[in-house]
């Protein structure tokens, strides 16, 4: 028996509008523009993906999942994402050495600090 990894799914008040704007984050293509069901993947038919679901009742408390970014640059990458429409959070996360930002629907993601940082 095998598995794979398929997706994640994120509920969202505005499945196009978190969609399309975790697309430009990441830089991944849209391979659903359904209203309902809005896909988007590293490349076309490349996974996993994530799927955005409308839902009916916007996001409560912190995410008990969520996305860490590597980037090779930290401090543009969360510029470039802050540009974007995200936002700084503070989930008690101290003086760490990674960023915590939400998305527009206030879903939290972690921007690690850069490749080059880590390896020095």
């Excluded at 490349?43 to 999942?65: C, M, T």
């Excluded at 970014?69 to 510029?79: A, F, M, N, S, T």
């Excluded at 959070?89 to 930002?101: K, P, R």
Aim: aromatic share 6%.
């Amino acid at each position: 028996m095998g598995l794979e990894w398929e997706q994640v799914v994120v509920g969202a008040l505005d499945p196009v509008v978190l969609g399309r704007w975790w697309s430009e984050a990441l830089q991944w293509v849209i391979v659903n523009d359904d209203p309902a069901v809005f896909e988007i993947q590293p490349e076309r038919d490349r996974l996993p993906g994530i799927l955005f679901l409308a839902v009916d009742e916007a996001k409560q408390g912190q995410n008990r999942l969520h996305i860490d970014l590597r980037p090779d640059d930290q401090g543009v990458e969360v510029e470039r994402l802050i540009g974007l429409g995200a936002s700084r959070v503070d989930v008690g996360q101290g003086n760490a050495s990674w960023v915590v930002l939400a998305d527009p629907e206030g879903n939290e993601f972690c921007v690690l600090q850069g490749r080059r940082a880590s390896t020095d």
